[in-house]
C-alpha cells in the first residue's frame, strides 16, 4: 500500500475507534475502499497494485457506498491507465482532478533556510483544540462538529508514527503541520496556511521543516508528498527539490 494512502487508512483505523464515526474500512483484494460518511475526503477507493479497475470491482465499489448510503465517492486510478477512463466514464464516473506523488530522497536535499520566527510547536492534549481550530479553517471545514474533530485528533496523539504541529510565528497562530513515518520512508502529510497568511513563505517553510525533521529524526529512506496539479503546493515541492514520480487520476461518482 502506497504511503499516502497508508495514512489515510492508518487514520480512519484510528478514528474508528468512536462508533459515532459509522467508519468502515474495506479490503478486497487487490483494492481497499475507505468510508467515513460525515467526510467526504474520506470516501475513495485505490487499487493497492496501481493497476486499472474492471467493471466488476466498479459494480462491487459502487454498492459498497450505496450500502453506507454515500451518494458520492471517488476512484484513485494510475494516470499510466488513460485507457481505463472509458469504463468509468461509461459506469458513471468523472474526472475532477490530478494528483502529482512528488517524492524526495536524502543525498538530494539541500538545507532550506526556514522563516525567522517561525516556531513547529508540537501537539498535545493542551493545545489540541488550537491545531483542530486551525486545521477545519485552513482546509475550509468549519462547519465540522469541532469536537468530534477533536476527539479524532485525540487518538492520534499516542499513535506512532503520526506528528500533528501547530506553526507559530510571534503571536500568530498560522497554520498546522502534519508528519506520518513508516519503516524507513516519510510522508509530508498535511499542511494548512491560514488565508490571511498564505503567500508569505509558511507553506514552503513548512515543507522544508518537516523534511528536515524525517531526515535528523527518522533517518528516511525517502520522503513523499502530494499535490494536485498546477496547484502552489506542487509549485513549492518541486523548488524543493522534490520530483513527480506518479501522476493519479480522480474520478468522482455521485448517484
Not at 478514528?15 to 479490503?27: G, H, Q, R, T
Not at 520566527?117 to 482546509?139: D, E, I, K, S
Not at 500533528?164 to 509530508?188: A, P
Request: glycine share 6%.
Amino acid at each position: 500500500m502506497q504511503l499516502i494512502f497508508k495514512y489515510d487508512f492508518e487514520r480512519l483505523m484510528s478514528y474508528s475507534v468512536n462508533k459515532a464515526n459509522n467508519i468502515k474500512v474495506l479490503e478486497a483484494a487487490p483494492y481497499t475502499l475507505l468510508s467515513f460518511p460525515e467526510v467526504g475526503y474520506f470516501n475513495y477507493a485505490f487499487n493497492h497494485n496501481d493497476e486499472p479497475f474492471t467493471e466488476e470491482q466498479l459494480k462491487n465499489i459502487q454498492a459498497f457506498y450505496l450500502q453506507q448510503d454515500i451518494a458520492k465517492h471517488q476512484l484513485i486510478v494510475d494516470a499510466k491507465h488513460k485507457d481505463n477512463g472509458l469504463l468509468l466514464t461509461n459506469s458513471g464516473y468523472a474526472h475532477k482532478a490530478t494528483i502529482a506523488k512528488t517524492v524526495l530522497l536524502p543525498n538530494s536535499f539541500s538545507h532550506q533556510q526556514i522563516m525567522p520566527g517561525l516556531a513547529f510547536v508540537p501537539v498535545t492534549q493542551n493545545n489540541l483544540a488550537v491545531f483542530t481550530r486551525l486545521y477545519l479553517n485552513g482546509f475550509g471545514a468549519v462547519n465540522r462538529n469541532a469536537d468530534s474533530v477533536l476527539d479524532n485528533f485525540g487518538t492520534l496523539l499516542n499513535k506512532p508514527g503520526i506528528s500533528l504541529y501547530v506553526l507559530q510565528h510571534n503571536l500568530d497562530f498560522v497554520g498546522i503541520n502534519v508528519l506520518y513515518h513508516h519503516n524507513d520512508e516519510s510522508l509530508l502529510a498535511g499542511g494548512a496556511i491560514m488565508p490571511e497568511f498564505r503567500n508569505h513563505g509558511y507553506h514552503k517553510s513548512g515543507l522544508a521543516f518537516r523534511i528536515q525533521q524525517s531526515l535528523a529524526l527518522n533517518n528516511s529512506k525517502k520522503i513523499v508528498a502530494w499535490a494536485y496539479d498546477d496547484s502552489i503546493s506542487l509549485q513549492n515541492m518541486l523548488k524543493l527539490k522534490m520530483t513527480v514520480q506518479q501522476k493519479f487520476m480522480v474520478y468522482e461518482y455521485c448517484n
